[in-house]
């Protein structure tokens, strides 16, 4: 390897963005690396409101996005396409984070090139294939050849290390998140008006508690999603209370949504947030309902009870740290456990909490310094 190393960044959703782009700044200021960044588009606008917000320019656009898109066509679309940049660029290393389909394929083709590959995120499960489906998997996969395991707690290289992986190539680096929480906490206070734009909802939603919410996965696709419906509309009954729900642009999720929750005074079903205002939607939010990865973290950073609506979780620091909650999407459920919250102050405050289990936000330097002496 030359002194300067070429670290090809490879990711292709949202939330691979929001974590990825501290690395990406690290790198782009380090003169040990010659950074390059290649996004499958796997997402489009929500993946390219994070890019303009962190500036991030990609070298390589593969705009693989198509609506409704399968897992095998975008599988194998971004194995071949990612293939092609690797065999242009030549790089010294591949990074990836988490378990998008763009993880698992971006890691597959840098391994049938014998490039080494560094997992962000690494050593998350939940220990169930189909929960988060196909995530587990995807990231089970990454695990096995992997050179560098940058797990983000010592529960997570706990998991790496049941599985034979070899001690040396797995670091505890805290995860990204939380660099990117804090980087984007600083640019509104310094430019509040990045994140004014839920002034006019939360006028409206005066003097009632918000719960922020969101959803998406894929194994709760269907019934999952009609339940979770049935859960908001069921606490959307009570007049101290008002929903914003800004709906990920899955068509699978937004016709559920649309056609369940539109005609609710005290539902606000808005377009997906920018990384600013979601921060702020965080912050005006009484508690969280979600099945988002990402949420599960951010949220106790910020001190705010979360109702993980999901059977398992690959993040079990948050619920051991009580401001986590399983919930499933069995909406009757959903729906105690929401009530609790917002009626049982002691529950509310004993989940309250700011806790911090996921970084003290300088992975990303840590991480950049593992690329250079690795
Ligand atoms: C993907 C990841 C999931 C991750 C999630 C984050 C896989 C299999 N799934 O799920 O792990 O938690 O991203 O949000 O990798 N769409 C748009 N515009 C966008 C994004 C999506 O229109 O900017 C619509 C398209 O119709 C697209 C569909 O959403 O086909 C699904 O996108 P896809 O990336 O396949 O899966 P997600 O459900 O977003
Ligand atoms: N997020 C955002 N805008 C939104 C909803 C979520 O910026 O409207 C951010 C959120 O702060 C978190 C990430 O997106 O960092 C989570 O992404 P998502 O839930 O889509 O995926 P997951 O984390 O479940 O893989």
Redesign the pocket.
Same mark, same amino acid.
């Given at each position: 390897m030359s002194s300067c190393r070429k670290i090809l960044t490879v990711f292709?959703? #949202? %939330?691979e963005a929001i974590k990825l782009f501290p690395l990406v700044h690290a790198l782009a200021e380090d003169s040990r690396f010659d950074s390059r960044v290649c996004i499958s588009a +796997? @997402? #489009? &606008?929500? *993946?390219?409101q994070v890019l303009e917000i962190a500036g991030v320019v990609p070298d390589h656009d593969l705009d693989l996005?198509?609506?409704? +898109?399968t897992?095998d066509a975008?599988t194998a679309r971004a194995l071949v396409e990612i293939g092609k940049v690797l065999d242009s660029e030549e790089p010294d290393w591949v990074v990836v984070q988490?378990? /998008? /389909? /763009?993880?698992m394929a971006g890691a597959i083709a840098a391994y049938y090139r014998k490039i080494p590959v560094c997992h962000v995120e690494a050593g998350l499960r939940s220990g169930h294939i189909y929960h988060?489906w196909? &995530?587990e998997v995807?990231r089970r996969v990454v695990g096995t050849f992997a050179a560098l395991h940058c797990a983000p707690t010592e529960t997570a290289r706990d998991a790496l290390l049941k599985e034979n992986i070899d001690p040396a190539s797995v670091h505890v680096t805290g995860n990204t998140v939380i660099d990117a929480l804090h980087w984007v906490t600083q640019r509104v206070a310094q430019e509040p008006a990045m994140a004014s734009g839920l002034s006019g909802l939360e006028r409206r939603f005066a003097g009632r508690k918000i719960i922020g919410m969101t959803s @998406? #996965? #894929?194994e709760n696709f269907g019934d999952g999603m009609q339940n979770i419906a049935k859960a908001v509309r069921a606490i959307a009954t009570r007049d101290d209370v008002a929903v914003i729900f800004p709906v990920? *642009? $899955? %068509? $699978?999720?937004r016709a559920v949504m649309n056609e369940q929750l539109a005609d609710l005074d005290n539902v606000a079903l808005i377009e997906?947030l920018d990384y600013p205002h979601f921060a702020r939607l965080l912050d005006i939010s009484h508690l969280m309902l979600t099945d988002?990865?990402g949420v599960q973290e951010e949220a106790p950073a910020l001190g705010k009870p979360v109702l993980v609506m999901r059977e398992t979780t690959e993040r079990p620091e948050g619920v051991t740290a009580g401001t986590a909650r399983l919930v499933g999407t069995d909406p009757e459920t959903i729906v105690r456990e929401t009530e609790r919250l917002l009626d049982d102050e002691a529950a509310y405050s004993a989940m309250a909490q700011a806790h911090n289990p996921f970084g003290d936000g300088r992975s990303a330097q840590r991480i950049a310094d593992l690329l250079a002496t690795t």
């Open positions: 292709g959703t #949202r %939330p +796997q @997402h #489009r &606008e929500m *993946l390219d996005m198509s609506p409704g +898109q897992l975008l988490g378990d /998008t /389909t /763009t993880v988060p196909p &995530e995807n @998406h #996965r #894929r990920h *642009l $899955n %068509p $699978n999720v997906p988002s990865g």
